[in-house]
């Protein structure tokens, strides 16, 4: 797991050098959506998700207007904004590697013509609904520095009904999972505990991990960051292990 958290980082370390462009703007204005939406409305205060997101957004120097725009189609005061779906489609990378992509949209159409497009380049394909979904299980995932002490970030997670917890490194985050409608007061338990909470969301974990070596596991992570630079892709699960030394290798590939 431990190159699971390292990738993880990776990501975290992306995006943040993404914040540069203004596609990612659009990214985060839709997470903003999507968390008003799943969180039960546009308080901050009562909405975890989206206080979460909002931190994201000011850290990467999204404007305010930009901001409560987003809100605002969240709960539907802005009549005017096109529709915003969450969607997930179901693929294979090379390999057979099992491939969950979620994506946050105002047009399906070129959605799935980006990912389909994707896919085929790297050697992979669609999958009908349902071949691939039954791979995986719907968890919450909490993301907490890998500096704070283990043994104590474990027993808080346990009281508080997490369902597993994965220790990371100093560099990589520890990752607490809880089940999907334990999400919010697994989390909540945690800040009130003092233990700092990087992120909180919705993901898919793998019932079972394929091992590939290294060259196909690094396809694998090459395919995964091309599908989330799409501007309409929001995350993508996948059922590969990720080894220390595959992530690694294509960190020093990706220029990380």
Known sequence: MSGHSHWQTI?????????????IFTKVAREIVIAVREGGGGDPDS?????????TARTMGM?????DRAI????????????????????????????MIDVVTDNRNRSVAAVRHALSRAGGS???????????????????????????????A?????????????????EVFTEPTELHAVSSHLRDSAIPVEDAELVMVPQNEV???????????????????????????????????????YADVAGD
């Open 72 to 99: 605002k189609r969240g709960t539907g005061d802005d009549k005017d904004a096109e529709e915003i779906t969450q969607v997930v489609y179901e693929g294979y990378g090379p390999n057979g590697v099992a491939m």
């Open 126 to 156: 669609m999958a009908n609904p349902g071949a691939v979904a039954w791979q995986f299980d719907r968890k919450g995932a909490i993301t907490v520095p890998g500096s704070v002490d283990f043994e104590e970030l474990f027993m808080v």
């Open 47 to 55: 909405n975890m998700r989206l206080r979460m997101v909002l931190e």
């Open 211 to 249: 091992a590939l070596g290294k060259q196909d596991a690094i396809k694998i992570l090459r395919l995964i960051d091309e599908l989330e630079e799409l501007d309409d892709v929001r995350r993508v699960f996948t059922n590969l292990e990720m080894s220390d030394e595959a992530v690694s290798a």
């Open 63 to 67: 404007p305010r207007d930009n901001i």
């Open 158 to 174: 346990v009281e508080a009904g997490a369902s597993d917890v994965v220790q990371g490194t100093d560099e990589d985050a520890h």
């Open 11 to 23: 990501r975290r370390k992306k995006e943040a050098n993404d914040s540069k462009k203004g596609a």
